[in-house]
């Protein structure tokens, strides 16, 4: 027996649902989160600090970021390229 290819996106959940229908529930938790003294609202100074820890800890694997900038250098080589045409 063959199976049958699935044709129909899936019913229900918040991938298919309708994006302003999506926002409303997002906000409605946002709002509920504030009145319950849940939510935290980053300082710039707070937001500084964690991203400067966060690129602490990405640039520790020297693996990851020499492919980094071999991207890098390869995507500023087409930029070149096609400057010149």
Same mark, same amino acid.
């Given at each position: 027996m063959k199976k +049958?290819? @699935?044709? +129909?996106r899936?019913?229900?959940g918040f991938a298919a649902m309708d994006p302003t229908r999506l926002r409303a529930i997002a906000r409605e938790g946002g709002l509920a989160a504030h009145a319950e003294g849940k939510a935290h609202q980053f300082t710039s100074e707070e937001a500084r600090q964690a991203g400067k820890k966060g690129g602490r800890s990405v640039s520790r694997d020297r693996d990851y970021m020499a492919?980094?900038?071999r991207r890098g250098g390869r995507? @500023? +080589?087409g930029k070149r +390229?096609?400057?010149r045409k």
């Open positions: +049958k290819k @699935r044709t +129909k899936r019913a229900g492919e980094i900038g995507a @500023r +080589k +390229k096609a400057r």
